[in-house]
């Protein structure tokens, strides 16, 4: 068995004829994270009885005919995920050594559905990063290129996937969060509608933006995953009671007389004419396909990442003031009084890039302030989603780049936060707007970097994105191509 040939549609198969064990499949992936972690450190925890355990009960169930969609399957979840019994840090020092009492939903969901979860997946502190590298545990490497990053904030679990370290994984998106290390790892990596998959035990950055979504070797995997995640939770008061259709029945529909649509502001100046051409290349089949490209026009999407770096951050004020060094997490250690455990506990336990946040959303909710920026980026994201609505009448799906740029060098950008932020200038629309974004392997540059296509679509039409998705697939010759770390 060799585990780079796999995925989960096809380890399935192996599973249900009794070819493989999940203790054996298990093993498997576990002897490869013993052999590629320490280049690629894709993990911050890894559970190695626990997954052994969770495999011996999946073959039980499968030897009892009680098999889920997922049962024996090994994953990984982003370290963002509750996990009962499993510590879950957020990638952050506040909460090393925590361990939740519970499950989040789509833990719970995924344990329900058989799935082995092999352990938690490097990650941006917090969320707050589009390289992994203010993770605080080490940054996550590029399996492509061990020198370049793996993209962020999901960057651990793009860089799993791609390693071979686990069959897919579970990322979060507030910004692009899952797209764009998807692009840069050569995933597939999707952000469903805002809505379709609860939040319940999702440790919040934006809690108006942040989404769960599915991160694959390859679109029939993406299907199925996203299938077991969505539906309607009563505990997350933000989840949608929305019928979840079949996404694997949209994997053999096509693209034949699909309107494509080419947003003009996202070919603009700045974009990397590599990038530029295998997304354009990838159009141009989708045409010969049977679809009909548009021009279509998203014009307020130069104000998208000013606003949203109001928005989030003046969330993430809100939402870390929890961590206080009192009820859970890291707590400095000799206070004075009460003011210095707080001030203390939370200037050591969290990041530069965590606290820049944190400072630039209170003043943005300040007394005197607020109008003039957060109810000002409010605005503008109405505009924002109003220019997809628009465009939406034009067109069934969005296609764009992913990102300016293929992955750069570890480094290259850390000390320079605005040029970081506008890495995420063609993913970040689509979190204000609500809408799904898929990315899906395209081609490779000439220095051998993989480079994504997105495609965006009306809220709560994820099937049409795995449709057209896997039409891209399907041409670019993308699939199953891996890095070549041995």
């Known amino acids: 068995m060799n585990i780079s040939d796999l995925t989960m549609v096809s380890a399935r198969g192996l599973l249900d004829r009794g070819e493989v064990s999940s ?5 498997a992936f576990l002897d ?22 969770q495999a011996a009960a999946a073959d039980r169930r499968i030897a009892e005919g009680n098999a889920g969609p997922l049962t024996g399957i090994p994953i990984s979840l982003k370290d963002v995920l509750c996990t009962e019994g499993m510590q879950t840090t957020a990638g952050s020092r506040i909460l090393e050594g925590f361990v939740p009492p519970y499950d989040a939903t789509v833990t719970a969901r995924l344990k329900e559905a058989g799935a082995v979860i092999l352990g938690k997946a490097a990650m941006d502190e917090f969320a707050m990063g589009s390289s992994s590298e203010t993770c605080a545990f080490g940054a996550p490497r590029n399996p492509w290129d061990l020198e370049r990053i793996c993209g962020g904030s999901s960057g651990g679990s793009a860089a799993a996937v791609a390693a071979c370290e686990c069959l897919a994984s579970i990322g979060s998106d507030t910004g692009g969060s899952i797209r764009q290390p998807a692009s840069h790892c050569g995933i597939v990596g999707l952000k469903p509608t805002y809505g379709r998959v609860s939040r319940f035990g999702l440790l919040a950055y934006a809690s108006s933006l942040d989404q769960l979504g599915p991160m694959t070797r390859d679109v029939a995997d993406c299907a199925l995953l996203l299938s077991v995640m969505s539906g309607h939770d009563p505990r997350d008061s933000t989840s949608v009671d929305e019928p979840v259709p079949d996404y694997g029945a949209a994997l053999g529909r096509g693209v034949k007389g699909m309107r494509i649509g080419l947003p003009a502001e996202y070919f603009s100046a700045g974009l990397d004419p590599e990038v530029e051409e295998i997304v354009r290349r990838a159009a141009a ?8 490209l548009v021009e279509v026009s998203l014009p307020h999407t130069d104000y998208a990442v000013a606003a949203y770096y109001i928005i989030a951050p003046a969330e993430a004020s809100s939402n870390l003031s929890r961590y206080d060094g009192v009820r859970f997490g890291f707590r400095a250690a000799d206070p004075a009084d009460l003011l210095e455990l707080y001030l203390e506990s939370r200037s050591q336990g969290f990041g530069a890039e965590v606290k820049r946040r944190i400072m630039i959303g ?12 957060y109810l000002k980026g409010l605005k503008v994201r109405t505009l924002v989603a109003r220019d997809f609505t628009n465009a939406f009448e034009k067109c069934d799906i969005l ?15 850390i000390s320079d936060p605005l040029s970081m932020y506008l890495s995420d200038i063609l993913t970040i629309p689509a979190n204000l707007a609500g809408v799904p974004g898929i990315s899906v392997p395209a081609g490779l540059t000439a220095a051998g970097l993989p480079v994504g296509v997105q495609l965006q679509a009306p809220h709560f039409r994820e099937q049409d994105l795995i449709a057209c998705a896997r039409a891209v697939e399907e041409t ?4 199953g191509r891996l890095p070549e770390l041995d």
Not at 476 to 479: E, L, R, T
């Open 23 to 27: 203790v054996e499949l298990t093993r």
């Open 32 to 53: 490869r994270i013993g052999a590629v972690e320490e280049r690629v450190r894709a993990y911050i925890t890894v559970d190695r009885d626990a997954a052994l355990a």
């Open 285 to 292: 089949r989708l045409e010969e396909a049977g679809a009909e």
């Open 362 to 373: 209170t003043y943005a909710l300040s007394a005197g302030y607020y109008d003039a920026y």
């Open 399 to 413: 296609l764009s780049p992913v990102a300016p740029t293929p992955a750069w060098k570890i480094g290259e950008k």
């Open 476 to 479: 670019a010759g993308m699939a």
